[in-house]
């Protein structure tokens, strides 16, 4: 029972446009959303998060947009760049606190000059 | 400066071997973890420890024992290696259980048992 689904396992965008990453949970009870970037070899690091009592958070070139009531969050990234090209988590929890994040299986992000 | 480091980086192994996996963190965090990343690349939390308390345990077969010395290491010890075992393993920390910022992983264990 999958509860946090990246139903794209891959997305391919051309340098300077958008890349729109999407997530979909099952479960009411998260209220705070996190994405991650994973390179190659790499652990996961840490992108952006938002919380449930908002419906967007931006930072830079990366936002992100939730909607509750259809139990949907996307990330944004404008314009896109090629050192952007990685595979990109969202995660989810119950409670502010990252006390255990739930994943969904990835994106593959590529960029294309 | 490495700052969750995982030792090794790469695991071959037979079944039904015994196998350790270290993890360090100089990043002065409260909590540590163990993720599995499984074969449909989903990562799945096994253990959480804060302050060497152990806070998570996910329904992981009890061949998985954590140690945690003390609050910068959290180490994995498997017992009787299955084939169902081969996996990433990616240790994270915290700087506290209730966080917002988020883990910082480190680079992951591939496990292989062949």
């Known amino acids: 029972d999958q509860q946090v689904k990246q139903n794209s396992p891959s997305l391919s965008v051309q340098e300077g446009r958008i890349s729109i990453l999407n997530c979909d949970y099952t479960?009411?009870?998260?209220?705070?959303f996190l994405w991650y970037k994973k390179y190659p070899a790499e652990g996961p690091t840490f992108l952006i998060s938002i919380s449930s009592i908002k419906d967007k958070n931006e930072d830079g070139r990366f936002t992100v947009f939730l909607n509750k009531s259809a139990k949907h969050l996307s990330l944004h990234i404008v314009p896109s760049q090629p050192g952007d090209s990685a595979v990109y988590f969202c995660a989810a929890s119950v409670g502010q606190g990252a006390q255990k994040l739930v994943f969904g299986q990835g994106t593959r992000l590529t960029i294309n000059p | 400066d490495t700052a969750v480091s995982q030792t090794p980086k790469y695991l071959v192994t037979q079944m039904g071997n015994d196998k350790s996996i270290k993890c360090e963190q100089n990043l002065g965090h409260d909590t540590m973890y163990w993720y599995k990343q499984d074969s449909k690349k989903f990562l799945k939390i096994m253990f959480s420890?804060?302050?060497?308390?152990?806070?998570i345990n996910e329904t992981v077969p009890n061949r998985f024992s954590p140690k945690s010395p003390d609050k910068a290491h959290l180490n994995l010890h498997i017992n009787s290696l299955e084939l169902g075992d081969s996996a990433v393993y990616f240790c994270a920390s915290s700087p506290q259980l209730f966080s917002n910022y988020g883990y910082t992983f480190g680079s992951g264990t591939r496990l292989t048992v062949v």
């Open positions: 479960n009411s009870m998260f209220d705070y």
């Open positions: 420890y804060n302050n060497k308390e152990l806070i």
